[in-house]
C-alpha cells in the first residue's frame, strides 16, 4: 500500500514499505492532491507487480513511457522502474555517415548518389544540426533551396534520398515520423532535355571517331539502345549469338528484379557492321566486348567510368552541338524509332524498360512525324496540277478524277461552260429523265 503526505509549505510525498520493509519516500514536489493521488495509484500496481513477479497492468506500463525524465528517476531510485535509457542524439552529419556506410551493399553509382545528397545535407542544416530537431518545415526547405539551385528533377531526386536517410533514422527509433515524408520526391519526363538525335546526325559522330571501339560504343546506344556505360561492360562476346542473329545484354541496374537481369536484344541491320569490326579486331582470347576501363565498371584509380568527355570532343569533331544526356538520349532515339516499327511492349522489352517509364522519358516528337502527317495526296496532287498549269509547261485544266489522284471511269458528256442565258433547265434537271 501507498500513502500521499502534504508539507506545510504545499509540498507531497507518496510513501509505501518495500520488500525489504524499508520505507520509501518519492518527493513529488508542490502538486495539487488529485495529481497526487493517480502517482500514488500507479506506485502502487509498480509495488505489487515487483512483489508479485507479475506483468505491470497496461495502464501503469503505459503511464510509464508517458512521464517526465525526473519522475522516472525518482522511480528508478527507489527500484520501482529501470533506469531510463539516455536519448540518442545524432547529428545530421553522423546519420549521413552511418546511412552511406549500412548501404555498403548498393552498387558505385548510388554510393555516388548517397554521398551527392548527404553532402547537399550537411550544407544546409549543418554537420551538427540534430535529427530530432529537424521539422517538416525544414524539409520543406531544403527542397525549395535545391529548387532554387538545381534543376527540378534534380532536387526531387535529392530530397528523395534525403528522405530515405531520415527513414533509416525512423526505423532506428531516433525519431517517430519522417520529416520529409510529406515533400513530394517523384520525378517526371523533362521536355527540355528531350532532344531527338536524328540518323544522319549519328553517322556524322560515328565517322569522327576514333576507334572500331568507340564506333562500336555509340552504335550500341543509337542502334540497340544499351545503358552506356553499364551494359556495355557487361558485355562478352560469349553473348553475341551471331546464328540467331540476336546477342544477350546483361543489366546491372535491373538486375535486382526478378526476370529482369537480362534481355535478348536483335542485332539490328545499322549494329552489324560494326559488332562484327569490333570482332575481327579483337585480340584472341577476349572475353569483353568493350576492354576500355575495365575493373569491374570502375578506372584504375578507383572512380566510375566517364565516357562523357571523350564522347564531347568527338561530337565537336564531328562540328556539332552536344544534345542534353548525351548518352540517354542515344538510348531514346533508338527507342522511339522501334516505336515506329514496332508494338511499345516490342521496344520496351527489347530496351529492357516498362512502357510508362517509356512514354514518360523515352518516346519521342520527331521531324519526321510532323512530315508524315502533313502528306496529304490530294492536296500534294492538286499544288502540282495548279502549278503545272500556271507555268506554261502543261494543260491548263486538269482532267475530271485527277486532283483527287482517280482516274476518269466514263467520258465526259460537256464540255464547262460560265454563262448559258438562251438554255433553260428542266424541272428534272440536267440528266435526260423519263416523263411520268
Known amino acids: 500500500m501507498a500513502s500521499v503526505a502534504s508539507d506545510p509549505n504545499g509540498r507531497r510525498r507518496v510513501l509505501f514499505i518495500d520488500a525489504d ?124 533551396d535545391l529548387l532554387a539551385r538545381v534543376a527540378f528533377n534534380t532536387a526531387r531526386r535529392l ?44 553517322r556524322a559522330v560515328l565517322e569522327a571517331c576514333p576507334s572500331i571501339e568507340w564506333r562500336l560504343i555509340v552504335a550500341l546506344c543509337r542502334y540497340a539502345g544499351l545503358r552506356c556505360p553499364s551494359e556495355h561492360l557487361a558485355l562478352t562476346w560469349g553473348d553475341i549469338l551471331w546464328d540467331k542473329n540476336r546477342f544477350v545484354v546483361r543489366s546491372p541496374k535491373t538486375e535486382g528484379y526478378e526476370g529482369k537481369e ?71 532515339a533508338c527507342q522511339t524509332d522501334l516505336n515506329d516499327k514496332f508494338p511499345t511492349q516490342v521496344g520496351c522489352e527489347w530496351l529492357g524498360n516498362s512502357i510508362p517509364v517509356a512514354e514518360e522519358h523515352y518516346l519521342q516528337t520527331t521531324e519526321e512525324h510532323y512530315q508524315r502527317a502533313a502528306q496529304n495526296p490530294a492536296h500534294s496532287v492538286a499544288q502540282n496540277a495548279a502549278q503545272t498549269g500556271a507555268d506554261g509547261k502543261g494543260p491548263e485544266r486538269t482532267k475530271p478524277g485527277e486532283v483527287l489522284g482517280i482516274q476518269a471511269s466514263r467520258p465526259i458528256l460537256s464540255a464547262p461552260v460560265s454563262h448559258c442565258p438562251e438554255v433553260q433547265v428542266t424541272l428534272w434537271g440536267f440528266e435526260p429523265q423519263f416523263l411520268p
Do not use: M
Request: glycine share 8%; proline share 6%; with cysteine.
Open 262 to 332: 537480362q534481355r535478348v536484344v536483335p542485332i539490328f541491320p545499322e549494329l552489324y557492321p560494326y559488332l562484327r569490326d569490333a570482332f575481327e579486331a579483337a585480340e584472341p582470347g577476349q572475353v569483353h566486348v568493350i576492354t576500355r576501363n575495365r575493373r569491374d565498371g570502375k578506372t584504375p584509380n578507383g572512380t566510375t567510368v566517364n565516357w562523357r568527355t571523350q564522347f564531347l570532343r568527338i561530337i565537336e569533331k564531328a562540328g556539332l552541338k552536344p544534345w542534353p544526356r548525351l548518352f540517354h538520349q542515344l538510348r531514346a
Open 21 to 144: 520493509k524499508k520505507r520509501r519516500t518519492i518527493r513529488l514536489g508542490k502538486i495539487d492532491l488529485k495529481g497526487a493521488e493517480c502517482i500514488r495509484r500507479h506506485v502502487e500496481d509498480l509495488q505489487a507487480a515487483k512483489l508479485g513477479a507479475q506483468p505491470i497492468p497496461a495502464r501503469t506500463a503505459a503511464w510509464l513511457t508517458e512521464i517526465g525524465a525526473t519522475l522516472r528517476a525518482k522511480l528508478a531510485a527507489v527500484g520501482l522502474a529501470a533506469p531510463r535509457e539516455p536519448v540518442k542524439v545524432l547529428t545530421v552529419g553522423a546519420l549521413v555517415a552511418e546511412y552511406t556506410t549500412v548501404r555498403a551493399d548498393v552498387k558505385p553509382g548510388t554510393t555516388i548518389n548517397y554521398n551527392q545528397a548527404g553532402k547537399k545535407l550537411v550544407e544546409f542544416f549543418g554537420a551538427e544540426k540534430s535529427v530530432a530537431d529537424v521539422t517538416e518545415a525544414d524539409a520543406e526547405g531544403f527542397y525549395r
Open 159 to 202: 530530397t528523395g534520398r534525403a528522405k530515405q536517410f531520415f527513414a533509416y533514422a525512423v526505423r532506428k527509433r531516433i525519431i517517430t515520423t519522417n520529416p520529409f515524408s510529406g515533400v513530394k520526391t517523384k520525378t517526371g519526363g523533362n521536355a527540355k532535355r528531350q532532344q531527338y538525335v536524328p540518323a544522319e546526325t549519328i
